[in-house]
């Protein structure tokens, strides 16, 4: 697949067949996505691999946590703006109300929307997901260089006739993780990368978002 194409046909999908992904392919993802840059090649990037019984033990205690106890978790770093400002809060309600516009959701259909959101602690029923993970001694810099790593495992992804979805959402939840997959105490979570084959006609998965065109983000000098 031509760069321009994986570009093109990446989009977060929410719902995956349950068709395993052999481990050799997903070596090849890992080991070609390894070559995104990185300041000063410090490669700042942990990535844990998980599917069949220890993905669906990781995601029961997710939904659990999720279920019964949303408050008493919080992520260790700011994703997004506190306090919320045009344009970005604006692309923020097109993206989540054009999602739940397809799959037949009202506004005031509070238990529909808590469901959908739930989906992310079930990987949106991926048969791997990849849990990024960056030492909590680094600054931010080494989140440029995680961000550039997870989009081209995102187009190694692509290359594979595979389709993923990146999922901050699992952040708060690091404890959980944390518990799960005995991580380091200086690993950070800052992610999770669902992955697999998207299942066909399901309508969340023909949603595409609109982009900015040039001419809102862009500055041309001397060319």
């Known amino acids: 697949m031509h760069v321009d194409d994986a570009i093109l046909s990446r989009r977060s999908v929410r719902r995956f067949l349950p068709t395993p992904v052999p481990r050799e392919t997903l070596e090849r993802l890992l080991q070609v996505a390894s070559q995104a840059p990185s300041g000063s090649n410090i490669q700042p990037w942990q990535v844990h691999v998980v599917s069949g019984a220890p993905l669906a033990a990781l995601s029961q205690a997710l939904l659990g946590a999720f279920d019964h106890e949303p408050e008493q978790h919080q992520a260790?770093?700011?994703?997004?703006p506190r306090e919320w400002f045009e344009p970005y809060i604006g692309r923020r309600r097109r993206c989540g109300y054009g999602l739940y516009e397809t799959l037949g959701i009202h506004r005031e259909e509070r238990d529909k929307r808590l469901a959908q959101a739930r989906r992310n602690y079930a990987f949106f029923d991926a048969p791997v997901a990849m849990i990024l993970t960056l030492d909590r001694r680094l600054d931010t810099?080494?989140?440029?260089?995680?961000?550039?790593?997870?989009?081209?495992?995102?187009?190694?992804?692509?290359?594979?006739?595979?389709?993923?979805?990146?999922?901050?959402?699992?952040?708060?939840y690091h404890r959980v993780i944390r518990q799960q997959l005995s991580l380091n105490d200086n690993e950070l979570v800052l992610c999770a990368l669902a992955l697999g084959h998207a299942v066909p006609d399901a309508p969340e998965n023909g949603f595409v978002p609109k982009r900015e065109g040039l001419e809102s983000f862009t500055r041309f000098y001397g060319c």
């Open 76 to 80: 260790e770093y700011v994703y997004y």
């Open 141 to 172: 810099g080494s989140y440029m260089d995680c961000g550039m790593f997870l989009q081209s495992l995102m187009l190694a992804a692509r290359g594979q006739g595979l389709h993923s979805c990146a999922q901050a959402a699992i952040a708060p």
